[in-house]
């Protein structure tokens, strides 16, 4: 009797520790020579040893992820690759990669399925996948949320990471308790008055409310794309934008000259989980006001091999420009 309570118990341990194991980020179509990979993520409070422990696609062949001991931590990443080179593409110091035996393509590009099963052939996790579901083109297919399906092609995305993917930390797309990012930007200088107006939108991606934080907007005068203090135009602040929500700021440099440049903005929020989203560029639009700029001729009958055109005069500081078409 003893030594079939002890069998069950073993048994219910390594379903907990199987349900614990879900696979969390796809890289089936890589770029520029980089390796295919499979990471794993153990959201459990233990580490779970790997060993035995197989991997398959749509084609049914298990590969075994290790004979000896692999470990996962608890609520720790693993990412499975079958390539030596997996470091040199991902220099990033942390992410614990292991080499698994599996063919060179073992992810399909248009699509395919991967199972991951416990040393009894128990289904830990399983993903059918199809580019509809995000990723391809150098960015890996990431998971939304540890807790919801595998299954859900809501619970996939494209990383939206700077570098594509997210090896051996948070997925990009996995929504944070603080997150605020910069939406929209636009930039319009106005030549009647001499200023400059920025319109921000910021969106609080995370699961947090957001109570305080600032907008700064800068002119990149030298073209650097950094967002320097000499360089800045206005700042603004902003308090209690719910999860979810938007605030919208605007914000103007008066007086200030025609100029062509780009406008950077950036968000400052202390708790903030994710940087990488929390600036953006764009280029500071002239307008004129009506009348302003005049169609002063139009070449509508050119002779051979001349092209059609015309000209506009802006008056207020006696200059043409000329279009061609």
């Not at 520029?32 to 197989?54: C, F, I, M, Q, R």
């Not at 308790?177 to 910021?202: I, M, Q």
């Not at 603004?236 to 903005?265: C, Q, T, Y």
């Not at 953006?280 to 009958?301: C, D, F, K, L, Q």
Request: aromatic residues 10%; negative net charge; glycine residues 8%.
């Amino acid at each position: 009797m003893k030594w079939m309570i002890a069998f069950m118990v073993g048994m219910l341990s390594d379903l907990a520790f199987s349900q614990n194991l879900i696979i969390n980020e796809l890289m089936y179509a890589p770029s520029g020579g980089a390796p295919e990979w499979v990471e794993l993520y153990n959201k459990g409070p233990d580490s779970t040893d790997l060993k035995n422990w197989t991997i398959n696609n749509k084609s049914g062949v298990r590969y075994k992820l290790s004979a000896a001991g692999l470990y996962i931590g608890a609520r720790s990443y693993l990412v499975l690759t079958n390539s030596d080179d997996f470091a040199s593409f991902h220099p990033e110091p942390g992410i614990n990669f292991a080499k698994v035996s599996w063919p060179q393509y073992f992810l399909v590009n248009t699509g395919d399925t991967v199972t991951l099963r416990d040393p009894g052939g128990l289904t830990a996790d399983s993903v059918w996948y199809s580019p509809s579901w995000g990723g391809g083109n150098g960015k890996s297919l990431e998971r939304r949320s540890a807790s919801d399906s595998s299954r859900s092609i809501g619970n996939w995305g494209t990383s939206i990471d700077p570098s594509g993917s997210t090896p051996g930390r948070l997925n990009s797309i996995t929504a944070k308790p603080h997150d605020l990012r910069v939406v929209s930007l636009k930039a319009t200088y106005f030549s009647a008055n001499a200023k400059t107006v920025f319109e921000v939108l910021v969106k609080n991606s995370g699961s947090q409310s957001a109570p305080v934080f600032s907008v700064d907007v800068f002119v990149d005068y030298n073209a650097d794309s950094l967002a320097q203090p000499d360089e800045l135009a206005a700042t603004a602040g902003g308090a209690g934008v719910s999860p979810g929500d938007s605030m919208s700021f605007l914000l103007e440099k008066s007086p200030m000259s025609a100029v062509r440049a780009n406008a950077i903005a950036v968000v400052n929020y202390d708790s903030d989980e994710d940087r990488t989203n929390n600036i953006m560029t764009t280029r500071i639009n002239s307008s004129y006001p009506h009348g302003s700029v005049v169609v002063n001729e139009i070449m509508y009958a050119p002779t051979s091999r001349q092209p059609e055109g015309f000209g506009a005069l802006l008056p207020s500081i006696r200059r043409w420009e000329g279009t061609k078409a």
